[in-house]
Nanobody, 120 residues
Framework: QVQLVESGGGLVQTGESLRLSCAAS????????MGWYRQAPGKQRELVAA???????NYSDSVKGRFTISRDNAENTVHLHMSSLKPEDTAVYYC??????????????WGQGTQVTVSS
């Protein structure tokens, strides 16, 4: 099992920045990809950004150039630095971690979520 604990959410104004952090614990030795999803009210959960163990990143088009994902493998943490925030970034942000289970299965773990609210 992997436990994920997010922190850093809050209320900011349009154009401001915010940094989310996620700490992983438990069976973390083979975690590969970590990332962030978000879910706004009435909308489906969507991928925001992801990063592999070797540092390869992937961003949704809506956050490219504004958000930066980073990872500290030694500390088992992943961060999401969000800048130039917009009201449409308002959502609950979830940390995720993917860990292989056997040769063909990947198990995805989810954090409890942290609220980000951007006021106009």
């Amino acid at each position: 099992q992997v436990q994920l604990v997010e922190s850093g959410g809050g209320l900011v104004q349009t154009g401001e920045s915010l940094r989310l952090s996620c700490a992983a614990s438990g069976s973390i030795f083979s975690i590969n990809t970590m990332g962030w999803y978000r879910q706004a009210p009435g909308k489906q959960r969507e991928l925001v950004a992801a990063i592999t163990r070797d540092g390869s990143t992937n961003y949704s088009d809506s956050v490219k150039g504004r958000f930066t994902i980073s990872r500290d493998n030694a500390e088992n943490t992943v961060h999401l630095h969000m800048s130039s925030l917009k009201p449409e970034d308002t959502a609950v942000y979830y940390c995720v971690a993917d860990r292989p289970s056997g040769s063909r299965t990947i198990v995805r773990y989810w954090g409890q979520g942290t609220q980000v609210t951007v006021s106009s």
